[in-house]
C-alpha cells in the first residue's frame, strides 16, 4: 500500500502565500507523475499543476506566474509553493501521485485533501 500525507493548508489573506506539502510512503519503487488538485464548491475537481519524473511542469492558465510545483525525489515529496493568493483559489487541495511498486503494479494514489481559505 502507499499512502499521502497532505500538510500546509490554512486561512490566508488576499496576496498572500502558503506552501502546500505531499509526502508518500509505503511501498514504492518510483513515482512517475506529482501533481495538485482543487476542488472549489460546486466545482468539479481540476488539475493544478503537475510534474513529471523528468522535471517538467505543467500549469493551470489561473495560477500560472502566482504557483510553483516542485519535487524532492529523494523524501518521495512534492511542493506547491502559492503566491498572490486570490479568494477564487479557496478549494480543497489534493495531491496525486502514479506510483510504481516493487511488484511494479502502477497506482494512481490520492491525499486526503488539505483545505486552503482565501479571506480578508
Known amino acids: 500500500q502507499v499512502q499521502l500525507v497532505e500538510s500546509g493548508g490554512g486561512l490566508v489573506q488576499p496576496g498572500g502565500s502558503l506552501r502546500l506539502s505531499c509526502a508518500a510512503s509505503g511501498d514504492i519503487f518510483s513515482i512517475n507523475t506529482m501533481g495538485w488538485y482543487q476542488k472549489a464548491p460546486g466545482k468539479e475537481r481540476e488539475l493544478v499543476a503537475a510534474v513529471t519524473s523528468g522535471g517538467s511542469t505543467n500549469y493551470a492558465d489561473s495560477v500560472k506566474g502566482r504557483f510553483t510545483i516542485s519535487r524532492d525525489n529523494a523524501k518521495n515529496t512534492v511542493h506547491l509553493q502559492m503566491n498572490s493568493l486570490k479568494p477564487e483559489d479557496t478549494a480543497v487541495y489534493y495531491c496525486?501521485?502514479?506510483?510504481?511498486?516493487?511488484?511494479?503494479?502502477?497506482?494512481?494514489?490520492w491525499g486526503q485533501g488539505t483545505l486552503v481559505t482565501v479571506s480578508p
Open positions: 496525486k501521485f502514479g506510483v510504481r511498486t516493487s511488484t511494479i503494479r502502477y497506482l494512481e494514489v
